[in-house]
């Protein structure tokens, strides 16, 4: 009986603490902007390309890369990290958001955009949330992508779309997309099986 008087405390009490993170970061939830600009989608298609890039050089078929207030490209990168040493956390967007944020500094940073050739994993997401970054624009769908990866366990992922992430961050983040999902795909046509 302790120990159900114990949880019934202790669940009241969760619920009450995310009632009370709810409430202080509702102002600063995920943003959806849904008419880019553009420069946005030129942006886009060139993740695309840096995809294709990744993949023809022996990684896996993603590209990212941030462009600055004014719209000029500050980093770029494809997913090579099977070919650069291997370090199963350099995705392309973490790798291109840490040589942005080393260009831009923090104040550069927040009025920037990470473009992404498929929705940010949940690493992702929460490297382009801790860089300040403040706009994130995305190309194939975490749920598409999975119709590519199947239930393959090696090519385990997070079916999370990377708002549920950003919303729950403490400053305003907006998310555009998927965007383009019939040509980011093809960056995947028979790479995952």
Known sequence: MQNLNRRTVLRGAGIALGAS????GAAGQAHAQPDPGPQDLAHLRRT??????????????????????????VAAHGNTSSVDGGDPTDHAEMVTVRSAWRALGDDGMKPATLYASTEPCTMCAGGAFWSGIGRVVYGMSNTRLLQFT?????????????????????????????????????AHQGYWR
Request: hydrophobic share 45%; glycine share 14%.
């Open 21 to 24: 993170a709810a409430a202080a």
């Open 48 to 73: 695309f390309v840096l995809a294709e890039q990744a993949r023809e050089a022996g990684g896996a078929p993603y590209g990212a890369l941030v462009a600055d207030a004014a719209g000029n490209v």
């Open 150 to 186: 199947g239930g393959d366990p090696r090519n385990a992922g997070y079916a999370l779309p990377c708002r549920d992430i950003l919303l729950h961050g403490y400053r305003p983040i907006t998310v555009i997309g998927p965007l383009l999902e019939d040509e980011a795909a093809q």
